[in-house]
């Protein structure tokens, strides 16, 4: 899956979790990150920063190109993705073919 995200992303989990919510809200949220020492990679801190975008003190930051968000919704719906994303994969096969990597 390809990033559409400003900062790469390195790990196919924070990968997957970034992509879902708007990408304008979550390169504020990685930029705000980033300021704050946070990894603008990992989702965990990402996903703070969102939260964090509700509040007039953080969204009126000059590095907030997007403004205010409700960050609870694009931060519940990637955990509601997840969560149905793992149960589908107890049903699912691993079909490696034998001998390979």
Do not use: C
């Not at 899956?1 to 790990?11: A, W």
């Not at 990402?46 to 907030?64: A, C, I, N």
Request: glycine share 6%; net charge positive; no cysteine.
């Amino acid at each position: 899956m390809k990033s559409v995200l400003r900062i790469p992303v390195t790990d196919d989990s924070s990968r997957l979790q970034g992509s879902i919510p708007a990408a304008g809200h979550v390169e504020d949220a990685q930029r705000l990150a980033e300021a704050n020492k946070d990894d603008p990679r990992r989702w965990s801190d990402v996903s703070y920063w969102l939260l964090q975008k509700s509040k007039r003190e953080v969204y009126t930051k000059p590095m907030v190109r997007y403004g205010f968000s409700r960050g609870i919704e694009p931060v519940t719906y990637v955990a509601i993705i997840l969560d149905r994303f793992d149960h589908y994969k107890q049903f699912v096969v691993d079909r490696a073919l034998p001998g390979g990597p």
